[in-house]
Each structure stands twice: as C-alpha cells, then as structure tokens.
C-alpha cells in the first residue's frame, strides 16, 4: 500500500470516529428533502405525522427553515404531529417553542392542578389516572385564550394515557341546528366555587393572595364575583358558544358547557355531590347564559358531536403534538404506570 492510500485510510478513520460523536444538528432544506407528512390514519384528517428521512435533523433547526409549511399545515389540519425527531427533555420542547416563535403564555384561571416547571412549560393536567379527562379546547372561558398548544410525550404510559383529540369544525357541523340556534341566543355560563376543597383554592387559579387583584383581574375579564367567605369564592361568566378563526374565517364549537355541566360527572359522583353540596355550590357547573339549566339531553347530543370526531394515537417518546387550540379539542385516556407529557402554550388571541 502506498502512502497516499495509507493517508487516505486514516482519513477515513478518523472521519468515522468524528462522526459518533455528532448530535442532532440543524440543516436546512425544503419539507420533501428532510422529512414525510402524511396522515396517521388514512381515513382521517389529523393529524398530520410529520418524519424526517435522516438521522440527526434538528427539528428546532428544520421548523425554522419551514415556518410557512408547519404554519399552513396547522391552519389545514389542526394538529400536527411530530415523530421520530431526537426530542427528550424539557430543554428539547423550550427550543421547539423558540423555534415556533410562540408568545408564550401563563395558566391563568387554570381549573386543574399542574406543576409549573419554568420557562412557561407545565406538567399536563395532574389528575388522577385512572379518570378520563373530556375533550375541549383550553381556556375557552378567558377573554384572551391560547391559539397554540403543544403537548410532549417525554415518557409514555405503560398502558393507555392517550391524548384524543377532535376537530371542533366538524363538531360544530354535528350540532342540532336547534341547539346551536339556543346556545347562540343566550350564550353560555360557566359558574365556579373556590375554596371548597373540592377544587383548586382562588389563590392557585389566580396566582395572587390578594382579593383585591382578584377583583381586579374578575372585572376586566366580564366576571362576576362573590366573596362566600373568606377562602370561598364564586364565580359567573358569561361566554359565546362558539368563535371565528382569526386566520381561516371558520366558524369552531369553542366552549366548556359539556366539560363542565353537571350531567358530566360520575351518576354516582353526581349523586353524592348534589345531596351534599346542592347544585349552587358544586365547584363547576354550566347554564345557559341567562342562568336557567341546560337540559341533560342537550349536553348529550354535543358529547356524541365530539364522540363522532374523536381519533386518537398511542404516544412514542419524544413525540410533539402541536395543536391549533381553536381548531383542534383534546382529552386524555386513563392510564397506568409513570406518564410524563409536558405543555405549552401560547400566542393570545
């Protein structure tokens, strides 16, 4: 062997072990070149999966060379899927968040326990695993609610612990025209007590120990509040049933009525509760806007609209599931074993 071959051997050695140690890097490049978008199921339309073809693509890296694809995908779709990036740690989905250039936004008026973990990233919602949680877009009831969520499966459940999510488009299109004719005549009311121990306490959900902030805050965003007691406090707001796409035109089912309703609870849960609390004090519950009951049956037939479009997927590690919050509704399946998908959100509207 000459020296030139022997030059070139070493080369090459010394290329390969430089190559072991490269991480995930940023390349550019159009959407064909790196990366398939296709659906998940083939008759459904989210959400749309999202692969890179090579190993090491930075995805942080790739969304920014492909901003205007990710962002007509969402507008088209609802949900966008992205699988099979190096995605592992909460630093991961910071960069992703930074990549999307997403306003970042805090949980305010929060109805359920999660664990803030910096950075404007939250644990998903704390509840107990073995209960289902209902589809619905996030903070339907605030006057300035998240246009963007993103969910990261940083751990999968050992068994279920799905994220079903629905297209409120087509749930609007299942909607009895009657119902929505009523719904759009009064609005809808949500009513809240905090401080009963059945819910999270108004200094959480707030974010302050002042009850003059809360006043505050309950005054600029239309709510109306009561002080029971001390630590109890109720509360009125009165919403539309529905919102226009700021970006599509479209017309989405955007409320918490079923969510909330008490025909949603557990017949037995329900039960123990009505008996012990009565209705007016029950830590949530939904009317029509001028306060009269919505009937159980109405709240039926809006369950069954989402039923109908409900689709959901086992989680992967590393997967980022970005949703638009006004298109797309979510939930989660009950599960077992550790779980550990972390959310973000942002960009108010």
Not at 62 to 72: G, H, P
Not at 324 to 336: C, E, F, I, S, T
């Amino acid at each position: 062997m000459s020296n030139s071959d022997t030059d070139i051997s070493a080369l090459k050695q010394a290329g390969l072990a430089r190559r072991r140690g490269i991480k995930p890097r940023s390349i550019a490049g159009s959407q064909t070149d790196l990366v398939s978008s296709d659906y998940l199921k083939a008759d459904w339309t989210l959400p749309l999966v999202v692969k890179p073809h090579l190993t090491g693509i930075s995805l942080p890296g790739w969304i920014r060379s492909n901003t205007r694809f990710v962002e007509q995908a969402l507008l088209k779709d609802g949900a966008v899927l992205f699988r099979g990036f190096s995605m592992h740690a909460q630093k991961d989905l910071e960069q992703f968040v930074d990549a999307i250039s997403l306003e970042s936004m805090s949980y305010i008026e929060g109805a359920t326990p999660r664990t803030d973990l910096g950075n404007h990233v939250y644990t998903s919602t704390e509840f107990p695993p073995d209960q289902s949680i209902a589809l619905h877009n996030e903070l339907t009831y605030v006057t300035s609610w998240p246009t963007k969520i993103i969910f990261f499966c940083v751990q999968p459940a050992e068994q279920g612990g799905e994220t079903p999510i629905a297209d409120v488009r087509r749930v609007y299109k299942r909607i009895p025209p009657d119902i929505v004719s009523r719904f759009m005549e009064k609005g809808w009311m949500l009513q809240r007590n905090y401080g009963m121990g059945l819910s999270l306490p108004w200094q959480t959900t707030f974010r302050t120990k002042d009850r003059a902030e809360v006043e505050h805050y309950c005054r600029s965003a239309n709510i109306e509040f009561e002080w029971k007691s001390e630590n109890w406090l109720r509360t009125r707001q009165v919403r539309s049933p529905i919102a226009i796409h700021p970006k599509t035109g479209e017309t989405v089912w955007f409320n918490h009525v079923a969510f909330w309703h008490v025909s949603s609870l557990d017949s037995v849960v329900r039960e123990v509760m009505l008996r012990q609390l009565g209705e007016s004090d029950l830590p949530y519950n939904t009317y029509y806007g001028d306060g009269t009951p919505i009937e159980d049956e109405v709240v039926e037939e809006l369950r069954q609209a989402y039923r109908q479009e409900t689709t959901s997927f086992a989680w992967l590690p590393g997967d980022i599931l970005l949703l638009d919050n006004m298109l797309v509704a979510h939930g989660r399946r009950p599960y077992k074993g550790a779980r550990k998908v972390l959310v973000a959100m942002g960009d108010p509207f």
